[in-house]
Each structure stands twice: as structure tokens, then as C-alpha cells.
């Protein structure tokens, strides 16, 4: 009996097929014009043809009853319930003020000096009760659902000491079970050098190593069971490459999936480096070459090997449109090469307090068609089964029988309208687990 049918779906945009998609497959959305999907409990039990549906006794005999909820959908286009994959949810305190002065003119080194940049959340969120995280963090996720967003990645990185970065994870776990997103967790102590391990020099190479081993040795123990990922930001003033290989490598036999923010400001080959070790994605990618892309799309077919499975463990490129926008950068990654020489690209918002106050994720797929040369279709791939594949989630980002029953009912006519409407949500119901969790007034 099914819990759930959605009938007279204009399209289905179901994205059944490989995982994740590269190159060309961006563009095959797998498309039922006219369709339906029905679900029981969590999972997807059917999806089909509403003209099958009527003729087809399997379809419904002895599947529709009492406790059936049916939604018509009036023509309008289902998807996949939309995955956010990389953000820096959980944090206290906003940079509206830093925001001002840069507008103002401002150098970064100015700020950093007047108290302000990372260091600046650092200290309100150590300061911050769980309680008021978890407020903030509610409501944020509130928002991002109202975007269709059905699963989030979310990273720790703003307490930079054993307690405050447990705190930050507790909170995100507590998040996933209080609310009906989904919650992926991601370490990422790496995010800067800690200020306690900061010289007069404000964070050298040597204050870095020590910081990561500090890490490695006193913090990863305890992180096991509260993240799946570890993640490092391999940029100048950070961490530099052979400090992330030798990091990501520790958290890789310690059994952590691993992610990096890489070549974001400058090319180091920090994202060449994550490929060779395995890493579930790659994220920023703003600085990579046309040259470095051709080398990964090389790299990356080896790591697929054959095609008999419909999923793989092919690293995904994690693109950021919306951090260049809001840090008035002008150069942005470059997508299209990334996808004409066969890479996996997903889109994600990044969504944190300092590049990025927005958690708009049709704003970051318009952006990623404007600036980066996604066509309408691949942004969408982006946004589901590709951002699953960089959370190597391969039971959701796909509407297929079997898999989890996230939904997101859009109120278009055609898919294309999705990432067209630049930034505005055109969501009218979301589905969570077979759950109908939102329906917009
Ligand atoms: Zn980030």
C-alpha cells in the first residue's frame, strides 16, 4: 500500500542513471513527461508514466487506500529533493560590519587588524552556548528546506580546539535529528591555524605543522562517530600542500572519507593532490588552469574504472559561484572545461558568515550557468545526484524505485525555469522521507 502518490507530474525529472554523471551525462536527466511517483515509508516504491499508471493494474491494484495520501500535482515538475554539499552552517554572530568596511575599502590586512575575519567568529562561537547554535542553526536549515534542500552537508571549523570543534559537531548531530533535513557532518579543524598556536608571525608554516599535529594527535580520536568527512583548506596563509597531503592522509587511515578547499585564491594543486588520495571532492577550484582540468579529467576516468556498477567513487568538483560574487572576484572556475573534458561537477552555496551569507541555492545554480558555463540542465545535475556522489550518499540525488523518497515539487512548467528564475525559489512542496515536511502558501 502506498503511503504517498504524486500523479500528473508535467515532467520527472528523475536523474536515474550514472553516479555520479560526468562530462556529457550532465546533460541526460533521465525525463518522464507525464508521470507519477509513489513511495512507501522512506523509500521510492514506483515511477512511471501517468498513461502506464492507468493501464497498468500493478501500478495501483490493491495500492491505494485509506491511509494513501495522493497530491495532484497539477502539471508541475518533480525532482530529486535538492542537495547542499558543502556549507559552514553552524556558527554565532554575522561579519555585516566587516562586510561595510570592505564595501568602504578596507584591505583585508586592515580588518584582521581591527579584530575582524575568521578569527572574529572563532571567538563569538567558542563563546556560544550549544543551545544558541542549535537555534541558529535551526533556522537556518528552516530556510534552506523552504529551498527544496533535502540533505546539507555541514562542516565544523569555527572553534579550532578540541571542545569548541566537539561542540560544533555535537550541535550539527543534534541538528540532523531534531529537523527533517538530512545532516552529513564534516570535520574541518583544518581550517586555519588555531590561535593558540599562532606565532608573532600570526599563523608560519612551522605554527601550521604544529597546529596539525595537534590535530592528528589529539583531536581526530575524538571525532570518530561524529564526522564522515575531513576536510583542510589548502590555501596561502592556511595550509600549504604538503601539510593537507600528509593531514588528509592520517584522517584516510583513520577511516574518514576526505574533501579539500583548494586552488579557491591560489593554484597550489591541492585538488590534483585530493584526487590521487581518494578524496570524496574536490570544492572552490576558482584558480584551476584549462591544463590542471585536462590533467584531472585524466586522472578522474582512472579512478572510474568499469562501468558495471551505476555508481562510483569518482571525486566530484565542488563549485562555489557564490563566493567570487559575494568576495568581488572575478575569476570563477571554469565549469565548462571541467565538464567538456569529463569531470563530475556539483554546485553548492557554501553558505557561511564570511564569503558567503547566502543560502540560496537557485541563486548558486544561476550563478553557476552565468560565470562559470553550465547549461540549465547540468546545474540541476549539480544540485542532486552529483552533490549526493560528493557526499558518496548513492541512496538519494535520483528519484528511482528504492531509493529515498525526497521530493521537491517545483510550480514551472519546465525544468529549464529552475536556474532561469535567478535566485528566486519557485519550490511548492517538499517531501522528506516520504514525509510531506513543506508546502508553500
Ligand atoms: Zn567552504
Redesign the pocket.
Known amino acids: 500500500m502506498y503511503d504517498l502518490l504524486i500523479k500528473n507530474c508535467g515532467q520527472v525529472v528523475t536523474m536515474s542513471g550514472s553516479m555520479p554523471r560526468c562530462g556529457k551525462e550532465m546533460r541526460e536527466l533521465a525525463v518522464i513527461e507525464d508521470g507519477f511517483v509513489a513511495c512507501e515509508g522512506e523509500r521510492i516504491v514506483a515511477v512511471g508514466f501517468m498513461g502506464d499508471f492507468e493501464k497498468k493494474s500493478g501500478y495501483f491494484e490493491g495500492k491505494i487506500g485509506k491511509k494513501t495520501r495522493i497530491i495532484d500535482a497539477g502539471g508541475k515538475v518533480l525532482l530529486p529533493g535538492l542537495i547542499d554539499c558543502?556549507t559552514?552552517l553552524i556558527f554565532a554572530g554575522n561579519r555585516a560590519g566587516e562586510w561595510r568596511e570592505k564595501l568602504a575599502g578596507k584591505s583585508y590586512l586592515e580588518i584582521l587588524a581591527g579584530g575582524g575575519g575568521i578569527l572574529s567568529t572563532v571567538m563569538a562561537t567558542r563563546a556560544a552556548l550549544k543551545k544558541d547554535l542549535l537555534r541558529s542553526g535551526l533556522s537556518h536549515l528552516r530556510e534552506m528546506l523552504a529551498y527544496g534542500v533535502t540533505t546539507v552537508e555541514i562542516?565544523s571549523g569555527y572553534g579550532l580546539d578540541l571542545e569548541s570543534e566537539m561542540k560544533i559537531l555535537d550541535v550539527a548531530g543534534e541538528l540532523g535529528r531534531v529537523q527533517p533535513v538530512c545532516v552529513v557532518r564534516t570535520f574541518l579543524g583544518a581550517h586555519v591555524v588555531g590561535p593558540e598556536f599562532r606565532g608573532e608571525e600570526g599563523g608560519s608554516a612551522s605554527d601550521a605543522a604544529r597546529y596539525l599535529k595537534y590535530l592528528v594527535q589529539k583531536v581526530l580520536p575524538e571525532v570518530r562517530g561524529k564526522a564522515d568527512f575531513v576536510d583542510i583548506f589548502c590555501e596561502k596563509g592556511a595550509f600549504d600542500l604538503k601539510q593537507s597531503e600528509k593531514y588528509l592522509r592520517a584522517a584516510r587511515e583513520m577511516g574518514f572519507g576526505v574533501k579539500i578547499?583548494a586552488e579557491q585564491i591560489n593554484n597550489l594543486g591541492g585538488c590534483k593532490m585530493a584526487c590521487k588520495l581518494g578524496a570524496a571532492s574536490f570544492?572552490h577550484c576558482d584558480h584551476l588552469t584549462v591544463a590542471d582540468i585536462k590533467a584531472l579529467g585524466k586522472l578522474s576516468k582512472g579512478a572510474k574504472g568499469g562501468k558495471k556498477a551505476n555508481f562510483c567513487n569518482e571525486p566530484v568538483a565542488v563549485l562555489?559561484p557564490l563566493v567570487p560574487l559575494f568576495l568581488r572576484e572575478h575569476v570563477f572556475a571554469d565549469g565548462r572545461a571541467m565538464i567538456d573534458n569529463g569531470l563530475a561537477v556539483a554546485v553548492s552555496t557554501?553558505f557561511?558568515p564570511g564569503s558567503c551569507p547566502s543560502k540560496n541555492i537557485f541563486l548558486a545554480m544561476s550563478m553557476a550557468c552565468l560565470k562559470m558555463g553550465l547549461l540549465p540542465e547540468e546545474a540541476l545535475t549539480a544540485v542532486t545526484v552529483n552533490a549526493a556522489a560528493a557526499l558518496r550518499l548513492f541512496d538519494r540525488g535520483v528519484i528511482e524505485k528504492g531509493k529515498r523518497a525526497d521530493l521537491v515539487l517545483f510550480d514551472v512548467q519546465n525544468y529549464q525555469e529552475i536556474p532561469y528564475w535567478m535566485g528566486d525559489s519557485k519550490v511548492a512542496k517538499v517531501v522528506c522521507g516520504g514525509k510531506v515536511v513543506l508546502t508553500a502558501s
Open positions: 558543502h559552514h562542516k578547499h570544492d562555489l557554501d557561511n
